[in-house]
Structure formats: C-alpha cells, structure tokens
C-alpha cells in the first residue's frame, strides 16, 4: 500500500524538491501552502505522515503542528519539520509542540527519506 504524505510548504521551488524526491521515492502526496491549509489538508486526508515547514503564512507551522496534534483523530500522524531555522533551540521547539522529527533545509534527499523511514517503515 502506498504511504500518503502531506507538504506543507509555502514556496513552489520547495515543493517541487518534495515533489520530484516523494514521488521518486513511491510516496503518494498532497499538498498544502499555508498551515490552516495544511490543518484542514490533514483531517481530510489522514496521512501517514506531514513533512511540515515552519515558516508558513496564515498559521505558522508550530500552531498548524499544535493544532494537528490537538485533534484526537490527526495526533497519531507522525508530523517531521522540515524548515530552513537550523539553531539547535529551533529543533527543541519544533519537537515541543508535537513534531516527531526535525529536518534542516537545505536537506539531502538521502537524509529527508531515512527520516521519512524511521517513521514509515
């Protein structure tokens, strides 16, 4: 069965690197460019993961993050930020508001599908 995976991103050049890398990769996608986008995106279509940007218009990706885990229907869906804030405090925030995972950008493909791969095996 092929894994669904929601992107949440708001720039079109990143979403196609996420595009061309999920798709080579079998991954079935749905995409999102803002986090209220994303949120309704999520309890729609119940993927099996969200590759999750921080720095989003409308909601940023903390709150759409928050909110995804606040609903007891979304909470089990693992959620990996993939953002460009790389301090090591970004990371501890991203994993305190219910990210399962943490991916700096600029990312290698190899290293955004092990991460992927931890949480759909």
């Known amino acids: 069965m092929t894994k669904r995976i929601l992107v949440v991103e708001d720039t079109e050049d990143n979403r196609q690197i996420l595009r061309d890398v999920l798709n080579d990769a079998g991954f079935d996608l749905i995409e999102a460019?803002?986090?209220?986008?994303?949120?309704?995106?999520?309890?729609?279509?119940?993927p099996?993961?969200?590759?999750?940007?921080?720095?989003?218009?409308?909601?940023d990706g903390y709150e759409a993050t928050r909110r995804i885990k606040a609903d007891p229907a979304l909470r089990h869906i693992p959620v990996?930020?993939?953002?460009?804030?790389?301090?090591?405090?970004?990371?501890?925030?991203a994993l305190a508001v219910g990210?399962?995972?943490?991916?700096?950008?600029?990312?290698?493909?190899?290293?955004?599908?092990?991460?992927?791969?931890e949480f759909l095996p």
Do not use: N, W
């Open 48 to 59: 099996d993961l969200v590759l999750m940007d921080i720095q989003l218009p409308v909601v």
């Open 99 to 117: 990210c399962s995972g943490y991916v700096a950008k600029p990312f290698s493909p190899r290293a955004l599908l092990a991460k992927i791969r």
């Open 80 to 93: 990996i930020a993939v953002t460009s804030y790389a301090l090591s405090q970004d990371e501890k925030k």
């Open 33 to 46: 460019g803002d986090g209220e986008e994303g949120v309704r995106m999520a309890a729609e279509f119940l």
